[in-house]
């Protein structure tokens, strides 16, 4: 990270969680972080889609500096598609964020780079911000070829958008062997290929965009090993699976400043 851009740290807490839990988790992380780590770290977090009302009225009832989003948009507006939730109804909810091309959408879900393009362009419509997700599985990883995978997903999922919109986008990389698994990559490992999409970004949509981007690492993320991986020049936050379901854990990887001295 770099003092120019502000770091993220978003907590995913995928498919758990009702309504009544995520107001509690909110209040206790929201009691877990001083001053000085809301000051300088964005703090987000991405509970299911039927906690989203409950946790707006708990962040904007108790003033909370907290920003929230959703884990997955449609790629429609509006219309005959049964179970899918539109942009405007995030927006209407006061998300700021919404997560796109999460590794388990790609693979439970068959959502292709097309796909990923489209949400990416609907959450734009509805004025969110998408945390755009990428990574490369185990057998990619093996043979090497983590930079080029992950570099043709940046491509697809950016594809026809405005250099002002990519600006705004939260690259979060996430190595899929690293999900859930334990196994973290290295703070190296994170900076390889978090350092080869700034440079795709520079190169695609300029030195302003590029320098702008946060890009997050995600994958078995800490309150013990975020320091290191936030240490690194192109990483500017971390998207928090498992840890950020215990409040003062995801309170730790967010003050991860702390164990750098700064
Ligand atoms: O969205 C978060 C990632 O999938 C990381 O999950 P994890 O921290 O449980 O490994």
Known sequence: MTETRRPIIAGNWKMNL???????????????????????????????????????????????????????????????YTGE???????????????????ERRQYHNEDDALVNAKIKAAFAAELTPIFCVGEGLEI??????????????????????????????????????????KTATPEDAQEVCGAIRARLTERHGAEVGEAVRIQYGGSVKASNAAAIMAQPDVDGALVGGASLDADEFAGICRFSEHVGR
Request: aromatic residues 4%.
């Open 85 to 103: 939730i539109s942009g405007g109804m995030l927006a209407k909810l006061g998300c700021t964020y919404v997560v796109i091309g999460h590794s």
């Open 18 to 80: 009702n309504h009544l839990e995520a107001i509690l988790l909110v209040q206790k992380l929201a009691a877990s972080l001083p001053e000085r780590t809301l000051a300088e770290v964005e703090v987000v977090v991405l509970p299911p889609f039927t906690a989203l009302r409950s946790v707006q009225t708990a962040i904007d009832g108790d003033k909370l500096q907290l920003g929230y989003g959703a884990q997955d948009v449609s790629a429609h507006a509006s219309g005959a």
């Open 141 to 182: 990883r093996e043979a090497g070829n983590q930079v080029s995978h992950v570099l043709a997903q940046v491509d697809a999922g950016l594809d026809g958008l405005k250099a002002e919109q990519v600006k705004q986008t939260v690259i979060a990389y996430e190595p899929v062997w690293a999900i859930g698994t334990g």
